[in-house]
């Protein structure tokens, strides 16, 4: 564990989590048909432990055949099974898989945290409670169709490819399954090539739920396997969360086919603190919205906006709370910032470090020390920014922040949307009347007040311009699996 600077007048001794109840196979398979089989590729690629570059598991790479198996299994429970039940008898299914995620949630946790890098307080208290969270709330809906979308004959698309990134790996399962299997689809799902641990932990469950063979099946691999679902001609509906850029190629690969999508992607989403407000939450809304996570979320707060008036208080008190942040081993349990998903993903941000020295900005990163193996970052902000500078404008996808001022409302409105993408925004201050005036100004799919990154399972959530289209989440969330 990394120790924050002796400037601190308190210090954690490690509260390390057990591994020791942690079962993982040396290889895993597809999950096709309830069964687990070889890919007909033969090819195997290692999900490690970003924390300590330790190998954990061997991990099919499914090619072409394989989806296509996988989606054969899908259309065949579709057609056979999974459409003749009654909305109430998929709920059963639904709730079974919930509480057997519940039971098993610490195992979840902890697999999560070695596999993504997160630490394990977000994994233990955000990412498996919501995730469980989600299929129960979806399982309320699978019997009330009806009822959720009123004289229209709501029916299911058929067989759903389902695309996810390592950012929140068992809890974007859990947004796309659920609400799939609500609304009576059956699904192909793909896991990022560095996260695909916890969904292969609950294609076990599916296995012991019962739910009948082909419902959901869990085909894993880089890019190429991604692709795969995307180009086959019997997949109804595309969901995907994941970069931009491949949300693009995405969108150009099903023009003019039938297929239905909703894209989640990217974000540079803007904290906007007014001098009203009450600072020292606001401090810990910016670090959870900037830092917790290390920044591995799509709707990270990165671009914060102050009022002038208060800008020098909230960055003192900023660069103090920096300094006493924990970064180091995820299983830690006082650990504040994990490990970074990946070598890439850590170059990626040292590249946009480095870039932002280069652009002029000052930069200012915590003193703690950090672990010589593995792959981390200290927590980074940068002042002296300005709208065009790259760092300003790019998804670095890491904790780093760029902090800007303004003024007026209208100067940050506008500067808060000078961005491509529209994912979301958190406002920070005292008078209703001022959240009320922008959120309907600020082109953000959620803009939280007086908070950030707060999720659950009824509230929808998606982009605008850049970050996508479509909602997932909540009503909106069911209505983008039916007819
Ligand atoms: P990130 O930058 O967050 O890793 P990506 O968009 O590269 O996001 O990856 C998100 C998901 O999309 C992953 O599961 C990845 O394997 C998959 N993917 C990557 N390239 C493609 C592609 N061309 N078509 C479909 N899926 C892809």
Redesign the pocket.
Known sequence: MAKPTDTLEWNYSPSLESTNHIRLKQQYGLFINNEWVAPSSKKYFSSTNPATEEVLAEIAWANEADVDNAVKAARKAYETVWSKLSGAERGKYIYRIARMMQERAREFAVIESMDCGKPIRESRDVDVPLACNHFFYYAGWADKLAYAMPHKKPEALGVAGQ?????FPLLMAAWKIAPALAAGNTVVL????TTSLTALKLAEIIKDSGLPPGVVNIVT???D???A??NHPDIDKIA????T???K??QRAIAGTNKKSTLELGGKSANIIFDDAPIDQAVEGIVNGIFFNQGHVCCAGSRLFVQENVADLVIKKLKARMESLYVGNPLDKNTDIGAINSKEQLETIEKYIRLGKEEGAAIYQSACEIPSKGYFCRPTLFTEVSQSHRITQEEI?GPVLTIQTFRTIDEVIQKANNTPFGLAAGVWTDKGSRIFNLTTKLKAGVVWANTYNKFDPTSPFGGYKESGFGREGGLHGLGAYLK
């Open positions: 695309i996810i990134p390592w950012n793909k896991p990022a090539e691999g880089h890019g396997t991604g692709a679902i995307v995907f969360t994941g970069s850029n491949v949300g190629i995405i996808f």
